[in-house]
């Protein structure tokens, strides 16, 4: 009997890696809200609007249901939106039996209480081990992962026999799969990379070269592993794939979501016709101002977050923000990466 997963939403992410474990002959049911998305996605095996020209594995099998997407799924892969990964969760709860692996690949905050997405589904599935859960990132665009082209994430669980069943559910010959203990380290450096590719996009928009975006990508992964150390994550995670990889592949990708909302704020374009154009989440906006609440919280410095959100926020001109990271107190670059001495691996 051929292994079944449930695939928690059909946005460009949730299908791209339904199709990794479409083809790794695990039978895949894809769940979305939209009935002509379903219509569209078993009749034509396509899914045009998140990922156009790509054909779709036979194995994935569309359904606007819960529960007979979960029905008998020995795993469920959550590709929610954070901001609707409570709700999703809350009405998945019914269905979920506690010897069912749970993935997500999420990389954002819950805005009102900036928790991390394992903590928010582990209040949502409390039959679920909460130890047990995975956190699957990296260096990943669902448009190059559809088109098979070599791609290598990192899952992440405080229990290694999850990480390894979720690994084994995903690796192939394209896909390539690490483990990870640091459930923290993984979630923090997923979100807050969008924020270093916000500011990327607005760098490249403005015209200010790859000398400029080089600095502000050294910077933010420094400025993320402050935080991130502080929030209880092993800082060599942010030197790994969900942290260096894929700040990499964010800022510089015309992939990137994050990267092309910064460039069309860079041309003036108010944040609320951004959002609108885009047409899909774009979450650095709502990662910048959870980001903002947690460098306040646990006191630490984060220059490129706070620029960003007055750019974001306040209508700070993108320029003027740039010329403030620009014009900060001469500083010594260890000493400023190293303030707390749980970063000091990057000297």
């Known amino acids: 009997m051929n292994k079944k997963v449930a695939v928690i939403v059909a946005g460009s992410w949730g299908t791209a890696l339904a199709s990794v474990l479409a083809d790794n002959d695990i039978d895949v049911v894809l769940w979305s809200r939209r009935e002509e998305q379903v219509k569209e996605i078993n009749d034509h095996h396509t899914n045009e609007h998140f990922l156009p020209g790509a054909k779709l594995p036979e194995r994935i099998v569309a359904t606007t249901s819960l529960e ?23 009405k998945l709860q019914p269905y979920i039996k506690p010897d069912m692996l749970i993935i997500h690949a999420t990389k954002g905050f819950e805005a009102e209480s900036l928790k991390r997405m394992t903590q928010v589904i582990s209040e949502e599935l409390p039959q679920i081990d909460s130890k047990k859960i995975v956190v699957l990132s990296g260096p990943s665009h669902a448009e190059e992962v559809i088109l098979h082209n070599p791609t290598t994430v990192v899952v992440a669980s405080e229990d290694m026999n999850s990480a390894e069943d979720a690994q084994d559910l995903f ?7 690490y483990t990870n203990p640091d459930v923290i380290g993984v979630e923090v450096a997923g979100a807050l990379k969008n924020i270093i590719a916000l500011g990327a996009g607005l ?46 592949v964010t800022c510089t990708s015309v992939h990137s979501r994050n990267w092309r909302a910064g460039s069309m704020l860079a041309k003036g374009l108010p944040l609320e016709s951004v959002l609108h154009d ?10 910048t101002k959870a980001a903002a609440t947690l460098a306040a919280e646990y006191n630490v410095t984060m220059p490129i977050t706070t620029e960003l959100y007055a750019v974001l926020f306040n209508n700070k001109p993108p320029k003027q923000a740039v010329e403030a990271l620009m014009g900060r107190v001469r500083t010594n670059e260890l000493e400023e990466v190293a303030q707390q001495d749980k970063t000091d691996w990057i000297h």
Not at 171 to 177: A, L, P
Not at 278 to 286: A, I, L, T
């Open 171 to 177: 690796i192939n010959s394209y896909f390539r799969v």
């Open 278 to 287: 885009m047409g899909m989440v774009v979450e650095g906006v709502k990662t």
């Open 203 to 248: 760098s490249d928009g403005l015209g200010f070269g790859d000398n400029a975006k080089a600095a502000l990508m050294t910077r933010g992964i420094a400025e993320i592993a402050r935080l991130g150390a502080e929030m209880g994550a092993s800082p060599l995670t942010f030197a790994g794939l969900s942290g260096v990889g894929d700040l990499i």
């Open 68 to 90: 007979d997407a979960v029905k008998d799924a020995v795993a469920v892969l959550l590709v929610v939106p954070s901001s609707g990964m409570r709700e999703v969760t809350r």
